[in-house]
């Protein structure tokens, strides 16, 4: 008994020594996190992590002040070309800013720009699509839940369900992808249970709907990091000031040939226009790839869901198509009628884009990818220069 009453008493104290000193604490985180806030500087974001919610303000600041924001997948780990958005801008005093990997498809995109809807404005946005999305199992599955989760932490997810600029139509749509995939998520959070649900109130887990938000609300609340970005991003709101594009003047023939020239020398061991080590390694005494077609593509359907959205929030983003390889297939021409279809949504929704897309053997560049769907130094050269006309064109 005697034990009982000395944790009673512990525990006591502990309460009292927390609220005396919980405005001390506060106060510590929120002079603490601004500074690693202000100071990001990574250009290429590879995705976001569960630790570093300060990834959303990099996106956000660069969306609000019109940073040049591309989203792209597996062509954004380039990093050993010059020619790569994040390296060429750099190199001639233009900010940018990226992010994305592997998998990063239409869904998750669409998440982050509804995340962000009250930022898009005087944003300056590229979003690239591969073909290669459209197709196969790429085309079938959509955004996988991994990489869904790695493009929406908590902060991400909060501002989809609390925005009221969001329509709900799209919450419902978000809802629906979780409760779809809700028995592979381990340990699924209040936050996720709430927006697994967003559509699905007036059924069994109605009840603990009201449960699930007053945890999260406390988790929210309790958390310093979380609260330090808010106050910081409101701070920065009020002196917000957009980011003036200045063309700079660069001989892009001189670099196209350049790159034609250097690509030869390093793709002289097989016809199929790839990189050397690429070619020995995947290639060589192999078959010619095979595009295959998908009866139901959940990409082109998310991908019509990010044109509406965009089309909603007001956002004006510019897209590129990336080429793919038709040296490397022996069927290129069966991905054009969803390449087609794809360059048909984006006309009837008014979006410029960039069409680096052909199946016709005798229309493809060799170097324009260093390997089946990779842009080389060339195609890269291409994307820079369209990216910086574009923008140029349309200043803010």
């Not at 005093?93 to 992010?99: A, E, L, N, R, S």
């Not at 609300?217 to 106050?231: S, T």
């Not at 009837?348 to 897309?357: I, R, T």
């Amino acid at each position: 008994m005697k034990l009982v009453g000395t944790h009673i008493l512990a525990c006591f104290i502990s309460i009292i020594v927390l609220c005396v000193c919980k405005n001390s604490i506060d106060g510590y985180w929120d002079s603490k996190y601004p500074v690693s806030f202000a100071n990001a500087t990574n250009t290429h974001l590879v995705n976001y992590h569960y630790l570093q919610p300060d990834v959303n303000l990099t996106i956000g600041n660069s969306l609000k002040r019109g940073v040049p924001l591309v989203f792209g997948s597996s062509e954004l780990s380039s990093d050993h070309l010059k020619a790569v958005c994040y390296n060429f801008f750099k190199e001639n005093g233009i900010k940018v800013q990226t992010i994305g990997h592997a998998g990063f498809q239409c869904f998750a995109i669409s998440t982050i720009l509804a995340a962000n809807a009250n930022l898009l404005k005087d944003s300056r946005i590229v979003i690239n699509l591969s073909p290669v999305w459209f197709e196969g199992n790429y085309a079938r599955k959509g955004t996988d839940i991994k990489c869904f989760f790695e493009y929406n932490n908590i902060y991400n997810m909060n501002s989809i369900l609390t925005n009221t600029n969001v329509p709900k139509s799209y919450k419902y749509f978000y809802s629906e992808y979780i409760s779809k995939k809700y028995g592979a998520i381990n340990s699924p959070n209040a936050l996720v249970n709430l927006l697994a649900y967003q559509n699905k109130s007036k059924i069994l887990y109605a009840p603990f709907n009201a449960l699930n938000q007053f945890i999260y609300n406390h988790q929210y609340a309790c958390n310093p990091y979380l609260n330090a970005l808010l106050v910081y991003q409101q701070h920065e709101e009020k002196h917000k000031e957009l980011y003036t594009f200045s063309r700079p003047s660069i001989n892009w023939d001189s670099l196209y040939q350049h790159s034609i020239s250097e690509f030869k020398n390093q793709s002289n061991n097989n016809g199929l226009g790839v990189k050397n080590g690429y070619y020995n390694t995947w290639l060589k005494g192999k078959k010619l790839k095979r595009i295959e077609q998908a009866s139901h593509s959940q990409e082109f359907e998310d991908f019509k869901v990010l044109l509406r959205l965009c089309l909603e929030l007001k956002c004006k983003p510019i897209f590129t198509i990336s080429a793919i390889n038709t040296l490397c297939y022996d069927n290129p021409e069966a991905i054009e009628p969803i390449m087609n279809d794809v360059m048909k949504e984006l006309r009837a929704f008014g979006f410029n884009y960039l069409d680096m897309f052909t199946s016709n053997l005798k229309h493809y560049e060799k170097g324009v990818l260093e390997d089946i769907m990779h842009p080389g130094e060339y195609g890269w050269y291409q994307l820079d220069n369209y990216m910086i006309d574009e923008f140029s064109i349309h200043k803010k």
